[in-house]
């Protein structure tokens, strides 16, 4: 069974750099499809972010582009999360995900960023 | 890039059917077979329940069927039950090589 469990601080200051792991059990990264993230701001419906291939390939938000980085680590079965410059906007539950370019098919428990000083 | 139209909620009694609009662009929806569904129940993982349109992935009821005409996809929901009620959201791939969620639509099963 394809599991996914993000990691990373809870907390983070504005200005600062948000970073998130995602560890992948029970499918290698390296044997296909897109590994990415989603978000849910407090109240709010879910925000995708992007996703990477497993060859590195990259496909980001519009909105987004500018301050985020995904990138994967097959050594480690694990992809990552970088966003920089984050604001109060930027606190959300933080999903990372699985699936072809088309749509999510495996997703991780979330984990809640807090952006505050 | 707006979000895709979903209307906020929704509600329905035990054993009653609810469809739930999404309404994208010729940019998305209107472009793609590729709308998808998800189910989210506040505090665990959002759980795939239609993709490619209309296609179950292995496990979800056939109880859940989705459809599309032009810009607007639609998920049905056919003999609601209690477990039912949760958020739901629609997906698209779009143009720019992305996806995009709707807004969510709450659903109260009454």
């Known amino acids: 069974q394809v599991q996914l469990q993000e990691s990373g601080p809870g907390l983070v200051k504005p200005s600062e750099t948000l970073s998130l792991t995602c560890s992948v059990s029970g499918y290698s990264i390296s044997s296909g499809y897109y590994w990415g993230w989603v978000r849910q701001p407090p109240g709010r419906g879910l925000e995708w972010i992007g996703y990477v291939s497993h060859s590195g390939s990259t496909y980001y938000s519009p909105s987004l582009k500018s301050r985020v980085t995904i990138s994967v680590d097959t050594s480690k079965n694990q992809f990552s999360l970088r966003l920089s410059s984050v604001t109060a906007a930027d606190t959300a539950v933080y999903y990372c995900?699985?699936?072809?370019?088309?749509?999510?098919?495996?997703w991780g428990q979330g984990t809640l960023v807090t952006v505050s000083s | 890039q707006s979000a895709l139209t979903q209307p906020a909620s929704v509600s329905g009694s035990p054993g009653q059917s609810i469809t739930i609009s999404c309404t994208g662009s010729?940019?998305?929806?209107?472009?793609?077979?590729?709308v998808s569904w998800y189910q989210h129940h506040p505090g665990k993982a959002p759980k795939l329940m239609i993709y490619d349109v209309s296609k179950w992935p292995s496990g979800v009821s056939n109880r859940f069927s989705g459809s599309k005409s032009g810009n607007t996809a639609s998920l049905t929901i056919s003999g609601l039950q209690a477990e039912d009620e949760a958020d739901y959201y629609c997906?698209?791939?779009?143009?720019?090589?992305?996806?995009?969620f709707g807004g969510g639509t709450k659903l109260t099963v009454l």
């Open positions: 997906s698209s791939y779009t143009s720019s090589s992305t996806l995009m």
């Open positions: 010729s940019s998305d929806v209107g472009n793609y077979n590729y």
């Open positions: 995900a699985r699936g072809p370019l088309t749509y999510r098919d495996y």
